[in-house]
Every structure is written in structure tokens, then in C-alpha cells.
């Protein structure tokens, strides 16, 4: 098999061997009289829509060789080559049939011909392909705006430094920094100068900007879903070892430290301002420094800086820019900065988004603090009104996958506005199953998003949390799979995905390929968020102290326990689903076993564990007044004294009304226990002071907002 092509060795025009297409067609020739493809029937085309939501198209040889081919596919253009490729070697092929004497069935060869391919000039409607190509319209709704959801803005890793002289990174492992205020920068870039009628990033109208800036973004000149390695190595190029003595970094031209101003410092030499702006920063900056001046007129003309700065970088003219209340404090390295926080609000055909970058002392973080729910309702009306306009004959493999596509976009969202829950329910049904179809999850999400793929493996893995398992079970070699396509090379990445590992039985053995060390199994335990999201799994769907406690030990007996930064006791999220589930049978049973097992690992002192049990007797009071032997065994366990002033990690839907009310309608009882009229004062005391703290805190949220 040889067609003329260029020989890179000889440098030379000869015929070219296709050995591997050679051999792939081969293979199909050899093996399509096989008997089990007949009498099995198990790769037949799907008959029916419910067939095909099944996936028995996976089965097919037609999706294996479609599967093969598109795997090279990466544009429209090679599609349409391959496709006029296809049918002219066809033509050829049927040609020569037609002219062989002992042809078997020449018109049925034709007949199959013209149902793959149809003349350009046929005005007959393609209602399937249609309704298919007005789905992907409606799902490119989000392209309107840079970020959609806080799955996308860019996450800080750790980062090599970069020596500027010598273009190249420093592999020393103690140079490595977390370049948290560079990816916000970098956050900020990517909301400024994204076109939303190009979907792209633009540069451009930014004369100034450095080769390096400009370079970055002419590679990555689309949104992009993950931000790999090597891309937070090309925007250290941009950010780091800047030649300019005024921005602060804190190791060796690298780790930008904190602040307002030290942010627009670095983003003045990226972009190239002119001298006026330049001057007006340094003017912020010396003011800031000294501590004078720093009254309304200065905060009007920081934020008219900022302002005048993000408004000349943006491409979307519907920008309006917020703050918050902005402090002065001293940064890392011991300079009096500005910290706060500064909202992007964006608006398009109707529908907006709020970016927001927080700098905070040592630390900066980009989010997005608006809902995508309008942008996921707005999709998700289109579609259903597609669906109910539009009827689709179920009459073959492009009318099924039409009708499939739409279904599978309409539940898709509706999952996704649902969240964790449509997925557990899912795997719930693969279990009674017996894992039998198990790829039939695939067909209802995308698997792209890192977060889908942590949301897969935590429900089922913490599904089977009280199961024996093994390599060969199909959960395990199914979320293997999984885990082993996101990008694990990503600090943040690795401990997200393997956050939910850790709470089963006999994890290492059954994940022998990772090959971590102890030590990093106990970091992905407790230095991760997604914790809250384990627990919070376990909460609302296992409903049973048993495994809440299971997985408690399993948090604060880690190697890191007491050091954790994301204590699920403390997380004001849980605090409720965590009540309710200790308290499930209107003891204190599972609570006292808590309380001891926190002693014994010394996870929380006296104080958050006093704390705690505050929270618990708000919550009797708000939700099981009607057993008072609960509120008075809780109430026994307190402990009164002045230091207790706050109560962070509590959800209280009408501002401790009802605990107030609660402990005065049991005034007598309460003051005739143990601690007396002295601890009743002291605790109604205590609830009195967060009420009136959080009526205060409500009149300034008011205020929170400013132009």
C-alpha cells in the first residue's frame, strides 16, 4: 500500500509504505467473517434510543474505527480532507467493482454509498444535524465571559524560580515558591483582555505590553480548562525577575509578594504605562509607605488609578469595577501595603459575572463569587424549547445521536445544577447493578473538568468506604482510569483528585501505581479543601455517625492532624449536617465520642471543643426544643468564661432568636443545674452578644459595596 509522498531520510519524492494502515485494514478484513459478530449479536447497532443511552454503540465496529480515525482529527479542516479523501477513494473503489465480472452486489454497494454521502446542492432538511449544530450554539452561551465558574480561573501551584539573565529555572527544590499572586495577576489578565465576540484573548490595543506578555497569550490565545506546568513556566517569564527595584518579591526576583500596589506595580511594567500613570502609582505607593494622607481623597484616587488602568487593558466596554473596603498593613516583607478585594463585574446579553481578587497578608486568591446558575438556566431553557419544537424520528444511528446529544446536554445541566447529588444517585444505581454497566456514567457528564473527575471518584469510592477492596474490583480499576487522566503532575490537581482516597480501606494496595509516600498521603489528608466536600458527601448521604466518626479518625489521627487548616468541626458549611447527624437519636452518645476522640489526638484544645459544644445547644434549641433532656445534657457540658466571644462556625437561620427564646422559656430549669444562676447569665450572655454582633455585621454588608 503506497502513495507518493516525501522520504525525510533520503530528502527525496518516492512512494511511501503505510504499513500501519496497511495493517489496519488488514485486520478488519481478517476478522469480519468471525462467527461471534454474528451470533452474539453483542456488536450490533443500537434498535432503539433506550439501546443507545445504554452505550451499546460503544460495542460497535463502526465506533471503533470512528473512534480511531477522529482520534487524528483535530480541526474542521481535517475533517472535511478526510472526508472528500474517503469519498474520493471510494468512487474509485465502486468504480472498479461495477467493472469486475463476478462484483457480488454492486447496488447494494451504491445504496450504502449514497446513505454516507449526499450532493452539496440537495436542499433536503437535515433535521438532526440541525438540532445538533443549534445545541453546540446554545452551550457556547458561556463563551461570553472569561470565567463562568471557580472551577476555571487559574490555580497557584509550586513553582521553580526563574533567573531572568540566564532565561532558565532553578531546580533546587528550596527555590520553589507557591506562586499564588502570580496567578492572580495572571486572573486578572485573562478577565481584562478577553474578547467575548472573538471568544479570545487579545493584546493587541496594548502597545506597550512586554514581548513576553504578548507571547503568552499568542500561544494561549483561547480559555483554557487546565493550566499545565508549563504554562505557569511561561508566565513566570512574564512576572518574575522583572527588572524593576520597586516591585517587592520575596526570594530572589521570584514569589511576588502580597498587595494591592505591589500587583499594579507588576502590571504597570507588563503592560508598559506611560510615565504619567507610572508617577500617579508611585505617589499611591510613597503615600501608602508613610502613612500619610490617607484619608477619603486618597481612597478615591487609588481606586480611580486601578480603575482608569483595568478600563484602558479591557475588551469588554460593559466593565464596571467594585471594591471593598481597602486596609493598610504591613506585608511580608515588612512594608506598609494596601489589602482588600476587587470585583470585575461583567455584563452580556442580560446576564452577568463577578470576578473578584482578594489580597490578602501573605496570601491572594481569584474566584468567582457570582452563580453560573443564570448562565446554566439560560442553556437549559433553550434546549428544553428545542425539544419541544422539534421532533426527531428515531430512524437510525444520526437520528439517535441527535436526540441522544440533546437529552444528554438538557440532563447534563440539570446534574450539574444539582450537583454531586445526580452523580451519587447515579453510582447508586450502577451498585444495585452490579457494576455490570459502569460506563454508563460517561455518557451524562464530559469528561474534561478536573472537577468532574474528583466528583466521580469521591462518590464512588466513599460510596464503598466500609467495603473490602482490591485491585480487581470494578470501582477501583474504573476510578484508576479516572484518576490517572487528570493531570498529577499539578500540586493542586494531585491533592484534589486523591482527597477522597484516603477513606478507604487498604487504599495503597489498591492504588499501587501512585506510589506515594506516607508522608504525602497524610498532606493530601489535611491540606486540602476538598475535605469539606468529603465530609460533606459522607453527611448527606451515608446519614449515619458510624462513618462520619470513621472518617474523623481517619482526618485528625493523620501524620498532620494538628496542624489541619481545614478542620471540618471548625467549617461553619458542615456545622449543621454535622450536628444533625451526632444528634440523629436525641442523644449525646456520638457527640461525647467525638469530644474524647479530639481530646485524646489533642485535635482541638478546651477552647474550640467549649466552642463546639455552644454550637450544638444553639442548634437543639433551633431544631429539637422538643427534647429537652438533649439541651439540658449539652448544657451540662459547658463551660462559662469571658474569654468567649465569638462563635464562627455555626449556621443560624434567624440570628440566635429562637436559642434565646429556647434558653429563657428554660430559665428555671437551667438555673437549677449545675453552675446555677451564674453559668445561665454567663451562656445568655454569651448568645445575646453574637446576635447583637451579627445584626451589626448585617447593617455593613450593606455598605459592603462601593464605586
Not at 173 to 187: D, G, P, R
Not at 662 to 669: Q, W
Request: net charge positive; aromatic share 12%; hydrophobic share 35%.
Amino acid at each position: 500500500m503506497k502513495t507518493p509522498g516525501s522520504n525525510v531520510w533520503m530528502g527525496e519524492n518516492s512512494s511511501v509504505v503505510h504499513n500501519e494502515s496497511r495493517d489496519i485494514i488488514l485486520f478488519f478484513i481478517k476478522n469480519r467473517r468471525q462467527t461471534f459478530l454474528e451470533s452474539k449479536k453483542i456488536l450490533e447497532e443500537p434498535k432503539t434510543l433506550e439501546e443507545f443511552n445504554r452505550g451499546f454503540f460503544l460495542n460497535t465496529p463502526r465506533f471503533l474505527i470512528q473512534a480511531y480515525i477522529f482520534e487524528f482529527i483535530d480541526k474542521l479542516e481535517d475533517a472535511l480532507e478526510f472526508t472528500n479523501a474517503v469519498h474520493a477513494m471510494l468512487c474509485d473503489a465502486l468504480q472498479q467493482e461495477s467493472q469486475r465480472e463476478n462484483a457480488e452486489n454492486p447496488q447494494l454497494d451504491e445504496d450504502m454509498f449514497r446513505r454516507f454521502f449526499i450532493p452539496a446542492t440537495t436542499n433536503k432538511q437535515l433535521s438532526s444535524v440541525g438540532i445538533i449544530k443549534s445545541v453546540q450554539k446554545i452551550m457556547e452561551i458561556s463563551l461570553d465571559f472569561p470565567f463562568t465558574d471557580d472551577v476555571q480561573p487559574p490555580k497557584y501551584i509550586r513553582m521553580k524560580s526563574y533567573i531572568r539573565k540566564l532565561d532558565k529555572f532553578d531546580p533546587t527544590y528550596m527555590q520553589k515558591y507557591s506562586n499564588c499572586v502570580e496567578t492572580a495577576i495572571l486572573s486578572i489578565f485573562c478577565s481584562l483582555i478577553y474578547n467575548p465576540e472573538i471568544k479570545k484573548y487579545e493584546t493587541d490595543h496594548i502597545e506597550g505590553a512586554s514581548k513576553d506578555f504578548k507571547e503568552f497569550f499568542r500561544k494561549h490565545s483561547k480559555p483554557f480548562k487546565e493550566m499545565t506546568y508549563d504554562m505557569h513556566m511561561h508566565w513566570s517569564k512574564v512576572v518574575s525577575d522583572l527588572p524593576c527595584s520597586k516591585i517587592v518579591y520575596l526570594k530572589n526576583g521570584n514569589e511576588l509578594d502580597t498587595g494591592i500596589l505591589n500587583m499594579m506595580k507588576v502590571i504597570s511594567v507588563v503592560v508598559g504605562q506611560d510615565q504619567e500613570s507610572i508617577d500617579t502609582l508611585d505617589e499611591l505607593t510613597e503615600c501608602v509607605e508613610k502613612g500619610r494622607n490617607l484619608g477619603h481623597g486618597f481612597d478615591t484616587n487609588i481606586k480611580n488609578y486601578i480603575r482608569k488602568t483595568f478600563e484602558s487593558l479591557a475588551r469588554n466596554r460593559q466593565l464596571s469595577i467594585q471594591f471593598t473596603e481597602l486596609k493598610r498593613e504591613s506585608a511580608e516583607n515588612g512594608n506598609k501595603e494596601l489589602f482588600g478585594s476587587i470585583n470585575l463585574k461583567y455584563i452580556k446579553n442580560k446576564m452577568e459575572s463577578l470576578f473578584n481578587i482578594e489580597m490578602l497578608k501573605g496570601h491572594a486568591r481569584a474566584s468567582i463569587i457570582t452563580n453560573s446558575r443564570a448562565i446554566e438556566t439560560a442553556r437549559l431553557e433553550q434546549l428544553i424549547n428545542i425539544r419541544n419544537k422539534f421532533f426527531i424520528k428515531e430512524d437510525g444511528f444520526l437520528d439517535f445521536l441527535a436526540k441522544h446529544y440533546l437529552n444528554y446536554k438538557i440532563q447534563s445541566i440539570e446534574r450539574k445544577m444539582s450537583s454531586i447529588k445526580a452523580m451519587s444517585e447515579e453510582v447508586n444505581q450502577i451498585m444495585k447493578g452490579g457494576f455490570k454497566d459502569i460506563d454508563r456514567i460517561l455518557l451524562y457528564w464530559q469528561l474534561e473538568a478536573n472537577e468532574y473527575k474528583f466528583n466521580l471518584v469521591l462518590c464512588f469510592l466513599l460510596a464503598l468506604m466500609d467495603e473490602k477492596l482490591t485491585t480487581k474490583h470494578p470501582a477501583v480499576r474504573f476510578t484508576s482510569n479516572i484518576i490517572g487522566s487528570a493531570p498529577l503532575d499539578n500540586n493542586c490537581v494531585h491533592k484534589d483528585m486523591l482527597a477522597s482516597l484516603v477513606y478507604i480501606d487498604a487504599y495503597t494496595e489498591c492504588y499501587p501505581n501512585l506510589d506515594l509516600p506516607p508522608e504525602r498521603y497524610a498532606e493530601i489528608t489535611v491540606y486540602t479543601s476538598r475535605s469539606f466536600t468529603v465530609f460533606k458527601w459522607i453527611l448527606l448521604n451515608k446519614k449515619s455517625p458510624k462513618y462520619f466518626i470513621k472518617a474523623l479518625i481517619v482526618f485528625i489521627t493523620s501524620k498532620y492532624g494538628e496542624m489541619a487548616p481545614y478542620n471540618p468541626l471548625k467549617f461553619e458549611g458542615l456545622s449543621k449536617q454535622i450536628f444533625r447527624c451526632l444528634f440523629i437519636e436525641n442523644t449525646t452518645e456520638y457527640a461525647d465520642e467525638v469530644v474524647e476522640l479530639v481530646k485524646k489526638s489533642k485535635f482541638m484544645g478546651s477552647y474550640d471543643i467549649n466552642i463546639l459544644r455552644h454550637s450544638w445547644l444553639a442548634y437543639a434549641c433551633e431544631e429539637k426544643e422538643d427534647f429537652p433532656e438533649l439541651i439540658y445534657s449539652i448544657y451540662d457540658s459547658l463551660e462559662v468564661t469571658d474569654h468567649y466571644s465569638d462563635l464562627g462556625s455555626i449556621q443560624i437561620t434567624d440570628n440566635y432568636k429562637k436559642t434565646n427564646s429556647v434558653l429563657r422559656r428554660m430559665k428555671k430549669d437551667l438555673k437549677n443545674r449545675e453552675g446555677g444562676k451564674v453559668k445561665w447569665k454567663g451562656i445568655i450572655n454569651f448568645f445575646n452578644r453574637r446576635e447583637s454582633k451579627i445584626r451589626r455585621l448585617f447593617r455593613l454588608n450593606i455598605k459592603m459595596f462601593c464605586c
